[in-house]
């Protein structure tokens, strides 16, 4: 099996995750689809993950485990980008080191992307906390499949379509060279996704789970919503990066416009609602009424969670 050309590359970015990563691989191993190699990319876990990996490298030849070269940049971009430098196969996917991937994943997604000659496939994922169960697999055989294309990106920059660096499976020949931002820590899917998919190439969404990722308080999520400031600063300059993409292909809709807007007050972060402010051309009046809101805010948050308690009454 190891000397076919595999259709599919997988690649794993890892960091002192021994403690679940067997638990992956065993999921990627039960794959229906069996022409796949998996790229672990190891960031410099000082626990036991080379040693435990061997066993598994020695069992099935798909499996190869890589340290991250110096020629990358420490961070899962740096490791997912080296992946891409190896990746053999005609499809690529991004797996995490802790989550669990659904058996039909892969042979799913082939499935929908050449049926219709697409160029990607998103699916849904669903999480769960800490151990995992086998019987959270959930078999929904009546999934929809809805075309995606340059006039949803909308959608999928506001993560409303559930974009998430697992949950989409790319023909390698469309990332046409393009690689992570190995500057950010987090976020980095978010910001890569959006230059790939502001090229104007289209996929297929399915409303089927194929993934199930693993919530855990060291994760790079986790660490963020515990206000971790490297994380967080890392969230900031993607975003910066999201709204540069979308003014200089003129696709930064006012839709959008608000969408990071409200992220900036979310995050506390003015330089980012001036940023997309100056991009999208807002007059003065507009940025003035924006700038005293966010100056106001502190005295006013308080009145608009009181209003949605009494309309939730």
């Known amino acids: 099996m190891n000397k076919l050309q595999p259709k599919v590359s997988v690649i794993m970015p890892t960091y002192n995750r021994a403690h679940f990563i067997g638990e992956s691989l065993d999921y990627i191993r039960e794959q229906s689809f069996v022409n796949w ?11 036991d993950t080379e040693e435990f990996l061997e ?3 020695v069992k099935d030849p798909r499996i190869k485990y890589y340290k991250r070269s110096q020629s990358h940049l420490k961070g899962p971009s740096g490791c997912r980008n080296q992946g891409l430098d190896l ?3 005609e499809f690529v996917i991004f797996f995490d080191s802790d989550d669990i991937v659904h058996p039909e994943n892969l042979q799913i997604c082939i499935n929908a992307i050449t049926k219709h000659d697409f160029q990607f496939c998103r699916y849904d994922k669903k999480p769960f906390w800490k151990d995992w169960n086998k019987n959270f697999i959930f078999e929904n055989d009546n999934f929809q499949e809805t075309e995606l294309s340059l006039n949803d990106l909308s959608t999928m920059v506001t993560m409303e379509s559930g974009f998430a660096c697992c949950t989409v499976m790319w023909r390698k020949n469309c ?3 393009l690689r992570f931002n190995e500057e950010l820590s987090y976020a980095e899917e978010w910001e890569y996704y959006t230059r ?6 289209k996929g297929v969404s399915i409303n089927k789970v194929l993934y199930y990722n693993r919530k855990h308080l060291e994760s790079n999520t986790g660490e963020f919503w515990a206000k971790d400031p490297v ?7 993607a975003a910066v990066e ?5 003014s200089q292909k003129g696709l930064l809709s006012p839709q959008l416009v608000q969408y990071f807007i409200r992220l900036g007050f979310f995050l506390k972060h003015k330089p980012l609602i001036d940023q997309v402010l100056k991009r999208s051309n807002a007059d ?9 809101g966010y100056s106001l805010y502190p005295l006013i948050k308080p009145i608009f969670r009181m209003k949605s308690k009494i309309i939730k009454a």
């Open 37 to 47: 190699e998996c790229l672990i990319i190891d960031d410099g876990s000082t626990d």
């Open 55 to 57: 066993s598994y490298t």
């Open 87 to 89: 990746a053999r196969g």
């Open 175 to 177: 990332l046409n060279g």
């Open 196 to 201: 790939l998919l502001s090229q104007g190439i």
């Open 231 to 237: 994380r967080r600063a890392s969230k900031l300059k």
């Open 242 to 246: 999201v709204i540069n993409t979308l």
């Open 284 to 292: 003065r009046i507009k940025r003035f009424k924006y700038f005293l």
